[in-house]
């Protein structure tokens, strides 16, 4: 049972029949198999442009830009915001590919701290001492990996005064946008920000179940003219690869457009569903402190290392895990967060209470009590 | 009439049926949405590894990377050869590409030249005189963009024997792989070395007619196990972007297998009698020296600047020809060549008919016979 980021793997959430039909309309369509403009075709810059824009943040085919997947936007966004020796803030836990490009680019980074108690608000006050006159840009995750935390409106709101202050653009990871469970509500950091200079990133990945397709997007939401070099830099930055497979592009608009909501929906209910069952079942299992989480495709579970003195951290813990019940799931080392595991949210059904019911012989068999271990009666 | 290197534009060169019904074949699947390896799903790669082996330069699928098209594997070879600082050999005139990633890199660039009256071919002692103990890498580019040029065996084997001295690895831009005119023959590099380790580039864009699709590879031909490092480096670089749309993964092997000889052809035949037509017109204008090309889709034509004054270089000549004559020709500064442009062959019929007119005309009307000019008798 391995427990990947990947929704597909398991065939129960395939994609939306749109996407097949507006591949295949854009295959035959014969437009869509030469070189276009590195940015991206026009009319996909303007479905992205539409897809993305509300009332209080409009945004144009030109201030969009396609990619080979979010990856490939991330990438683009930090090398184009921060020079060798700068350095970027970024959420811990996180995912890890922001540290892994910095750090190829010789950008330095530092990490803010998300607090699970407070279901993984950003610490603004650690964040903002972290900020120095080297920093280039902030870098946040909503709704998050690995945390499946959605940002409340007045919390982003914190959040943008906070970066206003400083001056500092914000790398808007919003790959999992709408990506929230019943109940609470997604907001993009642009749409509730007249000053700070917004980029963000998303793509059809995670909403559209479709991660192979490599189709991402850059939109940039420039404010009092902060981003006219950035859009430049970018502008080159795509000429590298020249822009995502064609047919897809060609395909973006009607994906965007036609997609029906029930299809948003049945996946976002299916996954709610499964983090109900694990986290009633994970909130039982002794030692161990899961965070509800609120929309994405993960929860986050503490380990309390004491009570499971046998292994030494997470790994450890994660390692005897697949070893012994063959349950897989990723420490949340890989997200900078020791004493934490990750949980997979997408897998199907019966694959869930198999997992509850491994995880809790797994838990049972291995936890020690404190008081019975230190045995002095004293703890 | 804008002569790009699109072959796609004016539609006169339509993608074989089998590209179109191995990806509707490949979305019905349904297999091919999710993520995949960065570096490609096997089943494609061995059947890129498949398609590019030859009885002397047997590979597999582990020596093979896919890649967002070509570009991207040229950006993953040469950042992952060169340390900024080194220096890597270019071909002049050639692809500015290679140029435009080492830059950025930090990479320093040295140009050997190629020679037009020995139709192309490279001016090895000048190359061998560049090498230093920074170089890391020579790129070549066979058969060549923008001169239409392909190697002999008997220059190849040169080539790899001067390279050999210098136990330095050759980039192998083949994007152009077997596209050539009839009387030629295409050899891989990889083909005919047992000794120099081959990094080739290749892909989908060209010979399949399908630029937009963005399926390109590298091929790590290794010797002697000097390429180990460079695997591993390759390997991590291709997990930034996480590889090219699935869906044309998927389709791989059926395009690679069982896309018909005629289609290949019919291609190739097409652009060998524009080539002969473009040839046969401008060796008769003033003052134009065409080198006639052998394959790829491009031919060189030298201006004599003497025999015309009026223009101060080949930019200044080909901004006056599409605004006088509506003929867009690449001037071959572009491609750090003064004093040439590039004609491109896959456009259709009947506009080559028009070209050549159009082109005439404006010969004719500029051309100053030096001696005329001179008016001393003496030229
Ligand atoms: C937070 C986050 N950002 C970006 C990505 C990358 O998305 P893509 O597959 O579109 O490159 C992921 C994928 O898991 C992710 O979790
Ligand atoms: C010599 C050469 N190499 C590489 C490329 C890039 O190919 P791709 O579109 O697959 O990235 C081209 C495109 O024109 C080319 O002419």
Redesign the interface.
């Known amino acids: 049972m391995r427990f990947?980021?990947?929704?597909?793997?398991f065939?129960n959430l395939?994609?939306d029949a749109t996407c097949?039909e507006a591949?295949?309309e854009s295959?035959?369509n014969?437009k869509?198999?030469?070189?276009?403009p590195s940015v991206g075709i026009k009319e996909a810059r303007q479905a992205v442009a539409d897809y993305v824009s509300t009332p209080t943040s409009q945004v144009e085919a030109e201030d969009v830009i396609l990619t080979?997947?979010c990856?490939?936007g991330l990438?683009m966004l930090i090398s184009c915001l921060a020079d060798p020796g700068q350095n970027i803030l970024l959420p811990r836990p996180g995912f890890s590919l922001y540290k892994?490009?910095a750090v190829?680019l010789g950008i330095r980074v530092k990490f803010y701290d998300l607090l699970p108690e407070r279901s993984w608000e950003i610490d603004l006050q650690q964040l903002e001492s972290l900020i120095d006159d080297s920093t280039a840009a902030i870098v946040v995750c909503n709704p998050s990996n690995p945390c499946g935390s959605v940002f409340s409106e007045e919390h982003m709101r914190d959040i943008l005064t906070t970066v206003a202050r400083h001056s500092l653009p914000l790398i808007a990871d919003e790959i999992y946008e709408h990506f929230v469970f019943s109940g609470f509500k997604y907001h993009s950091f642009a749409s509730l920000s007249e000053d700070v200079p917004i980029l963000a990133s998303g793509g059809l990945t995670k909403r559209f179940?479709?991660?192979?397709?490599?189709m991402g997007w850059i939109v940039v939401n420039d404010r009092h003219d902060a981003l006219s070099e950035v859009r430049i830099g970018l502008q080159k930055l795509s000429?590298?690869?020249?822009?995502?497979?064609?047919?897809?592009?060609g395909a973006l608009p009607r994906i965007l457009r036609d997609t029906p909501d029930s299809f948003y929906r049945q996946t976002i209910d299916y996954i709610e569903e499964n983090a109900q069952e694990f986290y009633r079942t994970f909130r039982e299992l002794p030692g161990l402190h899961p965070v509800m989480p609120q929309g994405a495709m993960y929860m986050m579970v503490g380990i309390d290392m004491d009570s499971y003195p046998e292994f030494h951290s997470d790994v450890d813990f994660t390692e005897r895990l697949v070893t012994e019940e063959s349950v897989f799931c990723l420490p949340a080392t890989c997200f900078e967060y020791p004493n934490f595991f990750r949980v997979v949210l997408t897998v199907p059904k019966e694959k869930v209470t198999e997992a509850c019911q491994r995880m809790r012989n797994f838990c049972e068999h291995h936890f020690q009590p404190t008081t019975v271990r230190n045995g002095n009666g004293c703890a």
């Open positions: 990947s980021g990947d929704p597909t793997v065939g395939p994609l097949e591949v295949v295959l035959h014969r869509y198999n030469g070189y276009c080979s997947g990856s490939h990438e892994t490009i190829s179940l479709i991660p192979g397709w490599r000429t590298r690869i020249l822009g995502p497979n064609t047919l897809v592009q």
